[in-house]
């Protein structure tokens, strides 16, 4: 293993104090754990709550801020934050609105938030939860019941946390929340494994002409193992298992061609390209692009596209302000 820390131990803590330090007008952590909350606490909104394992940078500390998450909750590298830790963070965001929790679909973490969204409600905190589920790769999975949650969490952190600073009540940023959900779908590939620093080895092994379709975002293989195309051929592959999922002929989409950690801007405008062109063609209408790495994998090489159905409301507040570490509007 060849990597830049200091120590398989303190890897998440380090990170997470690095992060913060990186902005501390914006950004602070709490003493319970790797949680890391706006510098100045926001009241007279609903506060939204979102983490899982480390290992997914800039997610989902890095979407901190402004218009997006109040606090974000970080477990050891691709382990879900325990139900104590989550806690801390809903209480440290709390506001007389209540709290909304945005989860990724790994059993893990929707067991834990929904402890810790338990232990809150016995101190009549309000809170309650989202469970993003966007991968079309997998209907079930070795670590979940159901899709996985991937990239379009962001999403889905964008646009209802957008909804929360305008203003919006409990049930009203849930709803918008659960519409994102309901139109948006991420596939994702690999051309390298990573490595948990803890393994101190790869999750898996790939030849040097071999690729992995259907990845997740913990290091666990694709669906398919399959000979490396070129650039287009593997993104039409990723965007037809997409759009044979939803109709997104005639409407206006955003497209996430997302970095998995280890590949260069330079492939991802490739991917992008290509996307942009095979849409078109499809009747599919590109409202915005968002490239770049967003929810990755560590060091793992490979991308994963998420297509986003928009409606008037979403679109609104896609576009509304957003100051954080990794995404600004």
């Known amino acids: 293993m060849k990597k830049l820390i200091n120590g398989v131990e303190s890897v998440e803590e380090q990170m997470i104090l690095g992060l913060v330090k990186s902005a501390p007008q914006k950004l602070k952590k709490l003493e319970e754990g790797n949680v890391v909350v706006r510098a100045q606490k926001k009241e007279g909104k609903v506060a939204l709550v979102s983490g899982g394992g480390s290992g997914h940078e800039p997610a989902h500390g890095g979407f901190v801020g402004e218009g997006m998450l109040d606090a974000a909750v970080a477990g050891a590298v691709f ?40 232990m809150a409600k016995d101190e009549d905190i309000e809170a309650d939860y989202v469970v993003v589920n966007d991968d079309v790769a997998v209907k079930d999975s070795l670590y979940t019941t159901g899709r996985r949650g991937v990239a379009g969490t962001v999403l889905v952190h964008k646009i209802a946390g957008a909804k929360a600073e305008a203003g919006a009540s409990l049930a009203e940023v849930k709803a918008v929340a659960e519409k994102v959900i309901a139109n948006v779908r991420t596939m994702g590939m690999a051309i390298s494994p990573c490595t948990v620093p803890a393994a101190g080895k790869p999750g898996f092994e790939l030849a040097e002409d071999e690729v992995e379709i259907g990845i997740g975002i913990h290091g666990e293989p694709g669906t398919t193992r399959e000979k490396l195309g070129t650039a287009d051929e593997t993104a039409k592959k990723l965007l037809d298992k997409i759009l044979a999922d939803i109709d997104y002929k005639g409407q206006e989409v955003v497209v996430l061609v997302n970095g998995m950690g280890a590949t260069p801007l330079m492939e991802l405008y490739i991917i992008n390209n290509f996307v942009q062109d095979y849409l078109k063609a499809q009747g599919v209408k590109v409202y915005d692009t968002m490239v770049g790495n967003y929810m990755t994998s560590i060091e793992m090489a490979g991308f994963s596209l998420t297509l986003l159905r928009l409606d008037d409301e979403m679109k609104a507040l896609y576009d509304a302000p957003a100051d954080t570490l990794a995404l600004k509007r």
Do not use: H, R
């Open 79 to 118: 382990t879900s934050p325990t139900p104590d830790k989550i806690l801390a963070g809903i209480q440290a965001v709390s506001t007389d609105k209540g709290v909304l929790c945005i989860v990724k679909n790994y059993t893990g973490d929707v067991m834990n938030f929904e402890m810790a969204i338990d």
